[in-house]
């Protein structure tokens, strides 16, 4: 929980780029470009100007979850090396105002995509930004192992959420984009952690790393690994997905379960001498992993509405 004598004493008057950073703006593009494609993947079309608003109001929903988690966190977030310089521990905002930024964007997003596109693209971002900043900030990242399991539903949302600004209604192909990001989401966090583990130890975030050891993670990433290249794979058989898609995803799996195998393997006295190499390059590539994927179910929407994509 935030505690105010984490922030830095002194004079600071905060800048336009505080503020937004505040937002997490790289966790940002990554929830609109997920949205934006869940939506123009759909079978129904979006008015441009109503498509385009709709996702203004979900990057906005998406920012107040990120200021509502450092205003909860800015206590770890001063204790661990990689968030020492967000806006809260460093002093450049006060966590009182990021609280107030968080919930005002909350209401308003969630209030305006509703007017914007319908009632159950609004309820779903609402429950999206309470699962993240509540669920997962609040109780799960403090209290369990499998934090980053549970909560990265959180960030699987998106492409749901765009699904139904199109439809109004869930599918089937809807939760496959949702599945793709959640059984992602902890490979990618848990090579993080790996060559990070020092400041989940320092901030006593229990961490998977912290609580069960690097051998254990390594399988625990192995594991997911191997239920994510079935997820993503089946997908390429499926109404979103198509020759374009399932090349893609057959090259990239076969490139990320290599470099989950390749961790597997690691060995333990070997951890500090190559600076967790393999972890670091693992984790690099499970940016791109997540990008291309959506971006080859981007390519097979848009060559179906000329009538080209897909298996048809």
Do not use: C
Request: charged share 15%.
């Amino acid at each position: 929980m935030t505690d105010m004598s984490t922030t830095p004493a002194g004079e600071y008057e905060a800048q336009l780029g505080d503020y937004f950073a505040l937002l997490k703006p790289r966790v940002m593009q990554l929830v609109v470009f997920t949205a934006v494609v869940g939506m123009l993947a759909a079978p129904v079309s979006v008015h441009p100007i109503v498509g385009f608003a709709s996702i203004l109001f979900v990057a906005i929903g998406a920012g107040a979850s990120g200021a509502l988690n450092m205003w909860w966190d800015a206590d770890i977030d001063a204790i661990m090396r990689r968030t020492q310089n967000r806006p809260i521990p460093s002093g450049r905002v006060q966590p009182k105002e990021a609280l107030a930024i968080g919930v005002a964007l909350s209401g308003l997003s969630v209030m305006m995509l509703g007017l914007a596109a319908n009632l159950l693209a609004a309820g779903m971002l609402l429950f999206t930004i309470l699962f993240y900043a509540v669920f997962y900030s609040m109780w799960l990242k403090r209290a369990t192992p499998q934090n980053i399991v549970i909560g990265g539903a959180a960030g699987a949302f998106p492409p749901v959420i765009g699904w139904i600004i199109a439809t109004g209604s869930f599918s089937i192909e809807a939760w496959l984009m949702f599945a793709l990001i959640f059984m992602w989401t902890p490979p990618h966090f848990w090579a993080l952690a790996l060559f990070m583990r020092n400041d989940y130890d320092d901030a006593k975030v229990p961490m998977l790393t912290v609580t069960h050891g690097r051998r254990a993670t390594r399988r625990h990433i192995l594991g997911y690994t191997v239920l994510l290249v079935i997820v993503a794979v089946g997908t390429g058989f499926t109404a979103i997905g198509g020759p374009i898609y399932l090349v893609t995803s057959a090259i990239l799996n076969g490139m990320f379960l290599l470099g989950a195998i390749r961790i597997w393997q690691r060995d333990e006295d070997d951890s500090e001498a190559d600076n967790f190499q393999v972890e670091r390059k693992f984790f690099r590539l499970s940016l791109w992993y997540l990008f291309l994927h959506f971006g080859a179910i981007l390519v097979e929407a848009t060559l179906r509405s000329y009538g080209l994509g897909g298996w048809a």
